[in-house]
């Protein structure tokens, strides 16, 4: 991974802007990896995905995250601190192979999500559409009573309890896919879990860091008269400095 500068990254905010969440993360991944091919990324788990990301997190502002959760019970608003060192620890146990389980006289294979089933289930009218748009592209084969199944009306006839035990599989095997995060109110002692999804938390800092930066290249360029170009490739330390004396 390289370094993404002000204005490569501004120009993915601009891109990004009307695009949903997934197509977000892979105009970052291709402004991290210029010249890499998108269906290769694509391909990639949705954990080995957001590992990434984290990890550009990490490059742009530190390891340290800080978000906010509320209680279900009192609505107490919570400050979480989260590190990127620790979520990447997860991504260690990452298992893109294919899986299978065995339910009664029914043995499934099956592989994890990507970003490209994620893509194709976007077009899906509700989020149940979706799940079983994206189960049905990762299963690979069904073995019944001995007798191999291919795609078909039976093909999605899974028992419920086949559902759910793939769905466990896979987020044992690509567990930064669907952080769950642990809380305890300290309020009420109230305890549930909450999801963590880098992305939507990457791109609400980017889309904070962009207003910010398009206000110093509003007040600079009015001072000094410089071009967009010439003050993005200043480091944030020296605009800094500019900021204050245009201020003083």
């Known amino acids: 991974m390289r370094a993404i500068t002000a204005a490569e990254l501004l120009n993915v905010w601009e891109d990004g802007r009307s695009s949903t969440p997934t197509r977000r993360a892979l105009l970052l991944r291709a402004a991290m990896y210029p010249g890499a091919s998108q ?119 899974l028992p419920a309890e086949v559902v759910s035990g793939i769905a466990a599989l896979m987020a044992d095997a690509d567990p930064l896919a669907d952080i769950q995060l642990k809380i305890e109110c300290p309020s009420c002692t109230h305890g549930w879990l909450a999801a963590f999804d880098i992305v939507s938390f990457l791109w609400t800092e980017i889309e904070a860091w962009a207003g910010r930066i398009l206000s110093e290249v509003h007040t600079l360029a009015g001072a000094y008269g410089w071009r967009e170009s010439e003050i993005l490739a200043l480091s944030a330390t020296r605009r800094q400095f500019y900021l204050e004396m245009v201020g003083s």
């Open 39 to 157: 269906e290769t990324f694509a391909l990639q788990s949705i954990g080995l995905r957001d590992a990434e990301l984290l990890r550009l997190r990490d490059a742009l502002w530190g390891p340290r995250m800080a978000a906010i959760a509320a209680c279900p019970a009192c609505r107490e608003r919570l400050e979480l601190a989260l590190d990127v060192r620790d979520l990447l620890a997860l991504a260690d146990r990452t298992d893109a192979g294919e899986m299978s389980m065995t339910h009664e006289d029914l043995c499934v294979t099956f592989r994890i999500p990507t970003t490209a089933d994620m893509i194709a289930a976007e077009s899906e009218d509700d989020e149940d559409s979706a799940r079983s748009l994206i189960l049905e592209r990762c299963l690979i084969s069904a073995v019944r009573a001995g007798e191999q199944e291919g795609p078909g009306a039976d093909w999605l006839q």
